[in-house]
């Protein structure tokens, strides 16, 4: 039949291509373009044969989930992180540092705002005994210029997603609001609390998004209260 000469011809040139890889592909993609224009237009219509196109895969929605079987998640997403407070790597069977804690929220262009806490006073570290000054709540863009940019990099940070989807897209303004209304308490820093920890555990129970972290408990001074008329 002539289509089944156009396919034979059109193998051969693919197999001459092939060796030049990206070459190849295209022809392979002509081959099987030519080989279903001429089945279809076969004059005896003994051979002929109903192209099939495959129906593109569907576009990600923002805050759901992909279509496709085992895909990922698009849209927003809410993680709790923990940076080493001391800057000491762990030592096994030994008593583990103490964490600090900070949201990462992603909106559906996969941009990062951090949402975090710390002392007003920048320069505590300079006064002795030190001066915290009150709990300041932040939030701006995430990045390696940002406090909580980990100095390693965020690949080995203890993280856990809190909330995606649809539902992590709604939080972003109440955690906009928290932040002014913690700061408008003008609550005092302190160590063990109120602090920046108490700061993540205030936004996650105002907003409502579960309050979980990637550390124990026990190793996040602060943890265990929330910021007091925040």
């Not at 592909?25 to 099939?52: E, N, R």
């Not at 080493?84 to 949201?103: D, F, S």
Request: charged share 15%; proline share 12%.
């Amino acid at each position: 039949m002539r289509s089944h000469s156009v396919n034979r011809r059109l193998a051969a040139v693919v197999g001459a291509l092939a060796v030049t890889g990206a070459a190849g592909a295209t022809a392979a993609t002509l081959f099987h373009s030519g080989a279903a224009h001429a089945d279809a237009a076969s004059a005896d219509g003994t051979d002929q044969q109903t192209a099939q196109v495959a129906a593109p895969p569907p576009s990600p929605v923002p805050g759901q989930v992909n279509p496709q079987a085992g895909g990922p998640t698009f849209g927003c997403r809410i993680d709790v992180r923990a940076n080493n407070a001391l800057g000491i790597p762990e030592v096994a069977n030994r008593t583990p540092p103490p964490y600090h804690l900070y949201i990462i929220f992603r909106d559906t262009s996969v941009e990062e705002d951090v949402y975090r806490g710390g002392p007003s006073n920048k320069n505590w570290q300079s006064s002795f005994p030190p001066q915290f000054g009150t709990v300041l709540a932040e939030t701006g863009p995430y990045g390696p210029r940002s406090d909580d940019w980990p100095p390693n990099g965020t690949a080995n940070v203890p993280s856990v997603t809190v909330e995606e989807g649809e539902a992590a897209c709604q939080k972003q303004p109440c955690l906009n609001n928290e932040v002014t209304a913690i700061n408008n308490t003008q609550t005092p820093y302190k160590i063990l609390g109120p602090n920046s920890n108490s700061t993540v555990r205030t936004l996650l129970q105002r907003c409502g998004v579960p309050q979980n972290i990637p550390v124990s408990p026990s190793t996040a001074p602060g943890w265990g209260m929330t910021i007091p008329g925040a």
